[in-house]
Antibody, heavy 122, light 107 residues
Framework: QVQLKESGPGLVQPSQTLSLTCTVSGFSLTSYNVHWVRQPTGKGLEWMGVIWTGGSTDYNSALKSRLSISRDTSKSQVFLKMNSLQTEDIATYYC????????????????WGQGVMVTVSS | DIQMTQSPASLSASLGETVTIECLASEDIYSNLAWYQQKPGKSPQLLIYYANSLNDGVPSRFSGSGSGTQYSLKINSLQSEDVSIYFCQQNYDSPYTFGAGTKLELK
């Protein structure tokens, strides 16, 4: 059974770094790519980036200077770190699986985590 | 970045009715188009991929069509459980981008 679950602090202070973990089960990170997508409350979805099965990454250019995605395959975990958080980063953050198994992301998402709400406030 | 323009922003329809949601890409995305359904407080769920392929477990009343820059999602015989927000998304080129969403309500 494929599952993804995000975890991390719900509150981050302005200018600080957000650290989130996506723990997956039912599939291997060496077989499937995992993306991060965020959604401000009541608004649309923004693709943030992806970590490929081989460990390389691709980021949304709008966030690239602040964003890092990494993983620990032995723990089936994908990590998101984003620095210099501001109020415009208030959102629900999702990790999602790419259905491709060839290593090249299809760019759409067949399984999503439940999401983690992040607020930026002092 | 490829811009996705989704219409209408909101839609009210009766049970049993057929509804259509449109999505226009700012350039040709060669059928690399997915549709998602998001219910309140839940994560998005994949309905359609590659413009017209139905995801496993999705009712057959949902269908997708289109090519080039113009795509649509059609829901036949609207059910109460279809009340949701629907998003289109292009997966042709990174950064992958979404439409702003269509809120579907019952009349």
């Amino acid at each position: 059974q494929v599952q993804l679950k995000e975890s991390g602090p719900g509150l981050v202070q302005p200018s600080q770094t957000l650290s989130l973990t996506c723990t997956v089960s039912g599939f291997s990170l060496t077989s499937y790519n995992v993306h991060w997508v965020r959604q401000p409350t009541g608004k649309g979805l923004e693709w943030m980036g992806v970590i490929w099965t081989g460990g390389s990454t691709d980021y949304n250019s709008a966030l690239k200077s602040r964003l890092s995605i990494s993983r620990d395959t032995s723990k089936s975990q994908v990590f998101l770190k984003m620095n210099s958080l501001q109020t415009e980063d208030i959102a629900t953050y999702y990790c999602a699986r790419d259905p491709d198994t060839t290593g090249i992301p299809t760019g759409y998402f067949d399984y999503w985590g439940q999401g983690v709400m992040v607020t930026v406030s002092s | 970045d490829i811009q996705m323009t989704q219409s209408p922003a909101s839609l009210s329809a009766s049970l049993g009715e057929t509804v259509t949601i449109e999505c226009l890409a700012s350039e040709d995305i060669y059928s690399n188009l997915a549709w998602y359904q998001q219910k309140p407080g839940k994560s998005p769920q994949l309905l359609i991929y590659y413009a017209n392929s139905l995801n496993d477990g999705v009712p057959s009343r949902f269908s997708g069509s289109g090519s080039g820059t113009q795509y649509s999602l059609k829901i036949n015989s609207l059910q109460s459980e279809d009340v949701s927000i629907y998003f289109c998304q292009q997966n042709y080129d990174s950064p992958y981008t979404f439409g702003a969403g269509t809120k579907l309500e019952l009349k």
